[in-house]
């Protein structure tokens, strides 16, 4: 089976525990937003929902709350439930009262899909308006590109995947996987519920600088195990980076993969 990595090794580091992960994800989170915010100005982090956002909490300590640069950071959302945004499904309520609310980041540096959009299920206007404001933010050159392409390219993708193999909102089985010339799509009946989802496309996510893809607990441990047998039939096996893409797994995610991987 081809590998999208060509000759390199799919990278990971497997911890003892949630605990370790987390800290370690806060270190790489920290380390990269010093190194933007000293080189441009900027540091561009990218969230997704799910567990991820309770591992983020570590970010929430002293040493990191008085060292980061908060008002240097802009946040996207790799994909986003369309739902209204105070719901409880809204991956951007999730990252809000977990982690956002808690930290000095400015409200105006926080980019949520369109309110309208979100309140209507108005998937395509919301994936429409996302990749605009994306478009915008580049112009700016707050989101620098990527080479010649002039894809975006965000700094850090922070990333989870489902038991199904899902990143993002890109399914298995659904074509939104094969878009290569939006910037953002949308999916309308998501086989994980709520079925209204916007989200970045392959292109996008595969130009960051960095993307790490944190997963934890035995029920994802098949589909770690596929992806590290280069399974192509699971969107996370696709997931590159153009510097660095790296799994931050726990035991009992890492459990079934094959020896040699
Ligand atoms: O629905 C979603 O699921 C994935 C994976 O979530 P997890 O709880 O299994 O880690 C998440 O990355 C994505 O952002 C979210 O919309």
């Known amino acids: 089976m081809a590998s999208v990595l060509g000759e390199k090794e799919r990278k990971k580091i497997v911890f003892p525990s949630k605990n370790e992960l987390s800290e ?10 010093a190194k933007f915010c000293k080189e441009r100005g900027y540091f561009t982090l990218v969230l997704s929902g799910g567990d991820l956002i309770s591992w983020l909490s570590e970010l929430l300590k002293p040493v990191y709350q008085e060292s980061i640069e908060w008002s240097k950071w802009h946040i996207f959302w790799v994909d986003e439930r369309v739902v209204p ?29 369109d309110q309208d959009c979100a309140a209507l299920g ?43 193999g899902h990143m993002a909102s890109l399914f298995p089985g659904h074509y ?17 519920p709520p079925p209204k989802r916007i989200t970045f496309t392959l292109p996008v996510i595969n130009c960051a600088s960095y993307n790490l893809m944190a997963v934890c607990d035995e029920a994802q441990a098949d589909a ?7 399974n192509l039939d699971l969107p996370s ?13 726990d035991q009992a995610a890492a459990s079934k993969i094959p020896k040699g991987h």
């Open 24 to 33: 370690a994800m806060a270190k790489y989170t920290a380390n990269l937003s």
């Open 85 to 113: 945004l105070d719901h409880k499904d809204s991956n951007y309520k999730l990252a809000f009262d977990g982690f956002l609310s808690k930290v000095p980041i400015p409200i105006a540096n926080i980019y949520a899909i």
């Open 122 to 164: 108005d998937a395509k206007g919301a994936a429409l308006l996302y990749e605009e404001c994306i478009k915008r933010l580049v112009n700016r050159n707050i989101i620098r590109t990527y080479k010649s392409s002039g894809f975006p390219q965000f700094d850090l993708q922070l990333l989870g995947m489902g038991p199904d």
């Open 176 to 192: 939104q996987i094969k878009e290569k010339a939006k910037l953002v799509t949308y999916i309308t009946d998501s086989p994980k």
């Open 224 to 230: 770690v195990a596929e992806v590290f047998k280069d």
């Open 237 to 249: 096996a696709w997931l590159t980076a153009d510097v660095e893409a790296i799994w931050f797994l």
